[in-house]
């Protein structure tokens, strides 16, 4: 019982980091901050040379994958 409690909490708190980044990316205008070419980053696993857009967009899209 006390690890399904862990998990929940854990997973509370990562759904809510996915939200909080997902209001950034909402707020800042940094949707497209990756391209369309989801999953990569304008081609890339990892962005060079990224703008403060794409940072956003990619930290978001980490976050949502850890919470996946």
Request: net charge positive; glycine share 10%.
């Amino acid at each position: 019982m006390r690890k399904l409690r862990v998990f929940s909490i854990v997973t509370t708190v990562v759904v809510l980091f996915v939200l909080l980044q997902g209001s950034i990316v909402t707020k800042t205008g940094s949707g497209q901050g990756c391209g369309t070419t989801w999953p990569l980053c304008f081609g890339d696993v990892i962005p060079l040379n990224p703008t403060l857009e794409t940072i956003i967009e990619f930290t978001h899209r980490l976050i949502s994958s850890v919470a996946g």
